[in-house]
């Protein structure tokens, strides 16, 4: 069925208002999702976009490209205080996490006098694939290979059906930063690190910390728990050697050999690499830079949120925006860490 103006408008005033994507747009927007790239792989979905239920991000950048893109929206969010320049176009991409290439999407929509604008984002992310698979040469055994030989060898990987460690995915994964990118912005995170630019003083009764704290911390949480349970467990929570796994009926789930119960959690060649561990279990650390008070209220109105923060299942964090001090919220009371 066909949505509702109105409901169109709404959605995209509520995208737009938790990205803080409100004022000052460029007259080209990238909207990238992300996905892997693998055959012969029964554990891709663990690859893909966990926030996704699994899938590529292709169809929410591409759905919200369009809905941004979209007249009447633009002048719908005009009575929602959100000015899109007639100029601005938005273009939806996807960054392929196993090559490191970024695909953009409905390029002959582009304006034509945005051209020269869509050749430098071209150049900014080519450039910029070069460089992360550099950064990922050395765990995948490749940092010997010169910058076109590696982009051949991951191109490979894509596509080799006997290959069982494609990519190390969100292995290593520790933390989730919920702040301002400058706060970050000059730290090595060394890739082990979910952000989320998030600016508290623009977020009037805090309804898009409440959104972060309900949706995309709990999303990472599940992420840190699939890797952390199949890495100090992988008998029970992991699902073993994916060499001897066997697809049960359309994609259902694996079985182990020729017999046993369906399989769960992940495989060891996505937490080892033959010789070590590629994840180090650890219980997620969430850092957020916004007031105590709006933090505590959210955790006290959330049941969900409650058992993960209360129970310690994650470390919670916070940041004070002037002084830059962290503290640590345990038993719920707040205390200063260094």
């Not at 633009?74 to 960054?95: A, K, N, Q």
């Amino acid at each position: 069925a066909e949505v509702a103006d109105a409901d169109r408008v709404k959605l995209a005033a509520g995208v737009l208002g938790a990205m803080f994507l409100t004022r000052d747009f460029a007259p080209l927007v990238l909207l990238a999702g992300h996905g892997s790239e693998t055959v012969n792989n029964p554990h891709a979905a663990g690859l893909d976009c966990g926030a996704c239920c699994g899938q590529t991000g292709e169809v929410n950048a591409r759905a919200l490209a369009d809905l941004l893109n979209d007249a009447a929206v633009r002048v719908g969010l005009v009575d929602e205080g959100i000015l899109i320049p007639e100029s601005t176009h938005f273009l939806p991409g996807l960054h392929n996490t196993t090559t490191d290439e970024v695909v953009l999407y409905d390029l002959d929509q582009v304006p034509a006098a945005l051209q020269d604008e869509l050749a430098e984002l071209q150049a900014w992310l080519g450039a910029a694939a070069q460089r992360a698979r550099r950064e990922r040469a050395g765990r995948l055994g490749l940092a010997e290979l010169g910058d076109s030989d590696l982009a051949a060898a991951v191109d490979t990987r894509a596509r080799d059906w006997s290959e069982v460690r494609p990519e190390w995915a969100l292995a290593n994964n520790a933390a989730f930063v919920v702040a301002p990118r400058s706060r970050t912005a000059a730290m090595n995170l060394e890739g082990r690190s979910f952000l989320h630019d998030y600016h508290w003083q623009d977020d009037e009764g805090f309804g898009v910390l409440e959104l972060i704290m309900t949706a995309p911390m709990v999303v990472t949480h599940w992420i840190n728990m699939q890797y952390y349970t199949s890495t100090v467990d992988n008998q029970r929570y992991g699902s073993g050697n994916k060499v001897l796994h066997n697809v049960v009926g359309s994609r259902v789930g694996v079985f182990e050999g020729n017999g046993g119960d369906l399989r769960i959690g992940l495989p060891m060649q996505s937490l080892h690499n033959g010789e070590q561990w590629m994840h180090t279990p650890l219980r997620l650390s969430v850092f957020i830079e916004a007031p105590r008070e709006p933090i505590d209220n959210i955790i006290a109105r959330h049941e969900t949120v409650r058992h993960l923060v209360d129970n310690g299942w994650l470390y919670l964090f916070r940041i004070d925006s002037e002084t830059g001090a962290v503290e640590c919220r345990v038993n719920g009371e707040w205390s200063a860490r260094s």
